[in-house]
């Protein structure tokens, strides 16, 4: 956190953060219009009306200020999954409102505006950076597997779902919920294509179908 | 097609079809690593061993050899869905085999490395176009979920399956066999990263789970 120590020794940190947040949108912006390549550190201190010293100050590079941007959003949807309501709720009893409930935390924190910005950014720039790309993959897009994995895996020990292989559930429900909606803001360059009841709708019709295929009152699982 | 049309009229049109896919794919990879603003029809000339002539003759100017990789590339997935193998079977004794050929074939049109790299081209500039963007996403990704539809419904027809929304059902099949190699291939920037026995895995276990919710034998679906 060094590059964030204000040199000066002046600048209240509340303004630094500010600052630095707004580096970081504006660069989001130029990096999606102009490409990593084209984008400079120029235009990005002009859209986020500081200086290019200041830039500097919080990013040494270009390439340090687009791994912010990944890594910061990576966390973001992360906590988001995490913290769904009701997913730390001891009692079984309503399964249905504890899965939809974590289905609508997880199509919720994919479909912010800025999250399908960054994703954007890395699929265009994935060919030229793999590195960032495999670290998205793995420290966003597989912790947040992993992370519905573990939540499915509770739900099974507790009889309230019948899992084979937790991870296989967590890709099926991920799946379900948000292949339609996650492709279409892709394609059509929209990220605020949905209403909240759209994507309310999307998490629960995918939940729907994961309870009848993985849910106990269905009649468990018929594995071939 | 008049932009096909040999002005020389000398060039036989085997040697003419050539050098219009040659231009294609060349232009692919051009946009892909400059992006669309930073190709030029120099490099994509060069890349195809053409002169600049040549290109100007095949299409018209940039943009129609950006619609033309889209359109083309449009009509070889939907070709490869519709084509599945036993999909037009009219003996519906085993749902199982129809269900994972289509689920097989589906997952194989996708991960073809070329229209993986198409698909990421059209999430890098579809915020600058999003016209074809919507045009993929149409007449594209939308006509393939509308053909799997189509196979669904008449399986439910047969009472192979319970399917209220065959839309939807097509939704979900797509999400339970496509999300995680799509997004696998995306973000890692690679287009081989999975062998066919992969791919086919990721169909089959779809498959399962589509056939857990969805099946007659599995107990018919429980919607709420």
């Excluded at 991870?167 to 909240?196: E, I, Q, S, Y």
Aim: aromatic share 8%.
């Amino acid at each position: 956190m060094e590059a964030m120590t204000d040199t000066q020794g002046a600048e209240p940190t509340g303004r630094s953060a500010r600052k630095h947040q707004d580096i970081l949108a504006a660069a989001t912006e130029v990096f999606l219009q102009k490409g990593y390549l084209g984008a400079s550190m120029d235009e990005i201190a002009a859209r986020a009306a500081v200086s290019k010293q200041t830039v500097y100050k919080h990013f040494a590079d270009k390439e340090a200020l687009f791994n912010a941007i990944v890594l910061g959003t990576i966390d973001r949807v992360t906590v988001g999954i995490d913290q769904a309501p009701t997913r730390h709720d001891p009692d079984p009893a309503d399964l249905e409102t504890r899965l939809r409930a974590q289905a609508r935390a997880l199509i919720a924190s994919i479909m912010q505006p800025d999250v399908l910005q960054v994703r954007r950014l890395i699929i265009a720039e994935a060919a030229r950076f793999p590195e960032l790309g495999t670290t998205w993959y793995e420290t966003g897009f597989q912790r947040g597997l992993a992370s519905l994995a573990s939540f499915l895996g509770d739900l099974a020990e507790q009889d309230s779902l019948t899992i084979d292989d937790p991870a296989v559930a967590a890709n099926h429900l991920a799946g379900l919920v948000l292949w339609v909606p996650v492709n279409r803001a892709m394609f059509c360059g929209k990220h605020d294509c949905f209403t909240k009841k759209e994507l309310n709708d999307f998490a629960d019709g995918g939940v729907d179908t994961f309870l009848a295929a993985y849910g106990v009152k269905a009649g468990g699982r018929q594995r071939r």
